[in-house]
C-alpha cells in the first residue's frame, strides 16, 4: 500500500460523517437554538409588559423611594431615591460579607486545627461540630438564632446588661461608641495604613533577606502595624474624647450602636454555619502535606515551630485558598438569605421592596443579579489569578 | 512472670509485657487525653463542659420534655424544656402539609416505593452476611423503638407494623438483587422510567380534564412502553416481540387518531374543507399530506423487506424524515385551521404525529445492525417520556393551553375513572412530602443536565463552549433566592399571553436549572481527572466520540466525583428550604407557619419547633454524607497512602 492510498479518504467516508462539518452544524443547530430561545422569551417579555402595562428603563432609580432602611451606613432617608436605597442595602450586604467572612474564617481554621488535634476530646467535639452544623439547612439556622433566641429577649427596659455599657435585648445589640464621628473613621484608615505600610516592609525585607540572608522579624511588626496600631489609636481616642454609652430613654436606648438583632442572627448564622465547611477545608488542607515534608524538615534540622511555618503552612495554603475563596463566595451569596428575616439587604430591600413598589421586575433582577455576578466574578478571576500564580511548576 | 533478675542466656530472654503505663485504658488515656500539660488542661476543660451541658441537653430534650397535649398552655408546665405535644400535634401536617387526609395513603406508596426502588440499587453486591448483621445493627433498635410505638397508646396502633414489614421487604430485596443481578437492573429501569409517572399520578392524582382526555392517556401509555423497551437487551431483533409491540402501538395511535372527531386526523378533513374557503389552498393541501405521511409510512413499514442492514438504515432515516415533515406540516395544519375552529392551536395535536414517528422507530434503536438511524431513535428514548409527560399531566395544569373540549368524548370507562385518585392541586402539598419533591426532582433533573453541560465546557467546538461556559457561571454565580424570585416574578413575564405555570413547577425549574451548573463543575472535575491516555485510548480503538464518552470516559470520570456528587445533592437539599420565601410551605415553611399560630404561643414552642426540622433535615443530610464515605470506600480500587 502505498502513502497515497493511505492518506486518500476511504471509500465509505460520506460527507455527513465528517467530523468538521459535523461540529459546523452542531454548532450552528445551537446556536439557532439559543438565538430562538432569547427571542422568544424576549418578544414574549416585551409583548406582556406593553400588555400590563409596565414601565421599562431604569429612569425609577431616581424616583423617590418613600420607605425607610433600619440600617443605613450613608445617609438615607424616606426622601432619598430608589439608587440611594440599592447602594445603602449593597452596602449592607458588603457588610455582612465582610464580617461574616472574617468571624467564619477565625472560627473555621480553630475548628479545622482542632480536628486535627491528638487531644481525642478536641478532635470528636470538632468533628460533631462540623458534621452538625453543616448539615443542617442555612436558613433554618438563621430563623433560629432570630426568631428562636434573639426576638425573644426582653424589652429594652429589662435588658440584658454587661458592665452596664452594653446592652442586649429585642431591639438588638447596644454597644459605645466614640463620642466624636470621625473617631471610628481614623482607626479604619490607620488600619488600612498599617496594612499597606506592611506589605512594603515586608518587600524591603524579602530583598533585604535575598541579598544578606538577614531575617527580619515581619510577623511582630506587622501584627503591631495591623492591630496594635489601630488599638492604639482606639485607646488614645476612647482617653482623649471618651464614650457615649447607651442610656435608657423612654421605652429604648439612646446613643451608643445599636446592632440590629437581624444583623446578629445573620451574622452568628453565617459564620457558624460556613465556618463548619471551612474547618474542613483547613483539615484536608493540612492533611494534603504528606508526612514526608515534615520528616523532611527535621532532617535538615528544622523545628516544629520554622518547620510549620516554612514547610507545612505554605504548602497547606495553595490546597485550602481556592475552596476558601469559594467558601468566601458562598457566604456573600448566602447572605441574601437575609430577606427572610427582613435584614435589610441588597436581595430583600431592592428585589424585595423596590421591586414591590415598581413592578419593574425585569430591570431590577437584572441589577440584583448582575451585582452578585460582578462579585462573583471578580473573586473566581482573582481565584485565578492566585492558582496561576501558586501553581506547582512541573516538569 | 519471669523474674527481672533471673539470667538468661543471650536470645532466650522471654517477652515482656509493655509498660502499663502505655497500653490499655490507661495508656489510651495517656496518648490521647493528658499527653501534655496543655492537652490536658482542654481534656478537664471540655469535659467539665461536657459534664454541665449533657444532662442539661438530656433533660431539655427528653426528662423534663411536655410529650402530650393540645395547646400552649400545656407546653408552659415545663417552660424550659421542650414541649413535642406541639411536633406531635402537628405531625401529619409536617409530615404531608394540607394534603388532604383521605389521601394520604398516595404519598405513603410512592414514598414507599421509592425506598423498595432505590435501596436495593443503593447497596449493590452487599455480602450476605454484612447484610444480616448491618440490618440487624441498624432495624433491630429502630424495630424495638417502632413496636414500643405500637402498644404505647390506646389500642394498638398499624403504622409501626407497616414499616417494620416494609423494612424486612426493602432487605429481602437488597438480599436478591445480591443473587439475581438482573432485578437490579429492573429497579434501575423501573426507577427511571416507571416510576416519575407512577409517582406523579399518585401525588397529583386524575383532574376531570385529565380523565376526559382519555385519548392521551393511550398515547401516554404507548409512550411508557416505548421507555420501557429501552431495558430490553440490546440485540433484540425487529423479529422479535419488541417489534410487535410497536406494531401494536402503532395500531392504538391509528384507533386514537380515527376516534376523535376533534383530532388530527379528522380536522385534517376540515382543514381541507376550509381551504377552499378561507386558507390558501396550497398550504393547506401542502399540510394535509404530509400529516397524512405517517400512516403511508408505517404501512410501507409494516411491509418493507427486513434482510439488508443497509436498506434499512435508509428506510428509518426516511422515517424520521417523515415525522418531522409530519410534525411541521402538522402545525401548519393547525394553523390554517385556528380561524376556523375559533380557539387557540392545539399544541398537542401536534405531537402526534412525531409521537407516532418515534413509536414507529423504536424498535430500530434497539437493533444493533440500524446503524445510525438506529441510534438517532434511541437517543429520542428521552423524548418518549417528555411526551409521556406532557400527554399525561400536560393538559389540565401546567400548559394551560387552549385544549379541546375533550366533555364528548369521554368513554364510559374513563367517567368511571372519576374520583377514584382525586385531585390534589399542588398549593396543597406541603411539609416533608414537599421538601422530597423538590429536592428529588432537581436531583434527577440536575444530573443529566449537568453531565451534558460539562462535556460541552470540555467540547472543542467553540460556540458549545461559550454557551456551557456562560450558563454554568450564571447560575453559579447569582444565589438561588434571586433565582427563585426570578422564577416567581419573570417567567410569568417569559411566556405567551394566557400560558401559567404552576408555582410549584417554576420552583423546581429554578432549582433544576441552578443545580445543574454546580453539578455540571463537579463532573468537569472529574472529566480533568481522567489521564489523556484514557481519551486517546479511545480514539485509538475507533470509539466516536459519544461511545469513548459513554464507555471510557464517563464511568470513570463520574466514578472518581460521586463524593462530590452526592455532597452537591446534600447542598440541594438543603436549599430546597429556600423554596418557603417564595410562598411554599415545604418542612421548614410549614414548621415556621405553625409557630406563628396563637394556640401555640409560648417560649418554648420556637425551640422545639426548630430542633424537630433541624434534626428531619439533619438525618437525610448526615445519611447522605454517610453514604457517599462508603461508596468512596467501595469504588476506591486504588491504593490508599
Redo the contacts between chains.
Sequence with gaps: MTAGSLAAKPASAVWYRDPFIR?IF??VV??AG?IWVGWY?AS??I???E?QNIASGFGFLETTAGFGIIQKLIPYSETSSYGTALIVSLLNTILIAFVGIILATMLGFIIGVARL??????RR?ATIYI??F????????I??WY??VLK?LPHPRDSLAIFDSFFLNNRGFYVPSLKSGWGTLSIVLVFIAGIIVTKLIGRWAKARQEKTGEQFPMFAVGLALIVGAPVLVWLILSFAVGYEVPKLEGFNFEGGVNIIPEFLAMLIALSVYTASFIAEIVRAGIQSV?HGQTEAAHALGLRARPTLKLVIIPQAMRVIIPPLTSQYLNLT??S??A??IAYPDL?SVF?GTV?NQTGQ??EI?AI??AI??TI??LT?GYMNWYNARKALVER | MADATTKHEPGEHPDLPAPTASTGIIGWLRANLFSSPVNSLFTILFAALLIWLVPKLLNWAFFDAVWTGSSAKDCLTSPDAACWAFVSTRWSQFMYGLFPEAERWRPDVVGAVLVLALVPIMFERVQFARLVRGAAFVLGPIFVVLLYFAFAGDGVQAWPFKLIILSLVVVALVAAQAAYPRLRRWLVGFLMFVFPIVAFLLLLGLSNDAVQAWPYWLMGLSAVALALMALLPRHAKLTDWSMRVSVALVILFVIWGLALPSNWTVGLIYGVGAAQSQGPTVIIAIAAVLTLLPIVVVVALLLAPRTRSGALDRFVLLCILVGILAFFGNMLLIQAWDPIRGDSPPWAMAIAPAAFAVAALAPWGYDRNAGLPGRIALALAPLYLLIAYWVLFGPPDFFNLGMLDWQANTVPFFRGVQGVLPYVETPLWGGLMLTLVVALTGIVASLPLGIVLALGRRSNMPIIRTISVVFIEFWRGVPLITVLFMATVMFPLFLPEGVTFNQLLRALIGVALFSSAYMAEVVRGGLQAIAKGQYEAADALGLSYWKSMRLVILPQALKIVIPGIVNTFIGLFKDTTLVGIIGLFDLLGIVQAGLTDQKWLAPNVPYTGYVFAAFSFWIFCYGMSRYSQYMERKLDTGHKR
Design positions: 461540529s452542531f454548532q445551537a446556536l439559543v422569551l414574549n417579555t409583548a406582556n409588559m400588555r488535634s491528638n487531644n481525642w476530646l478536641v467535639l458534621e452538625t453543616r448539615n443542617i439547612p442555612l436558613l433554618l439556622q430563623f433560629f426568631h428562636a425573644p504528606s451569596k448566602n441574601s438569605l430577606t427572610a436581595t428585589a421591586l421586575a425585569v433582577i440584583t443579579m452578585y455576578l462573583s466574578l473566581s
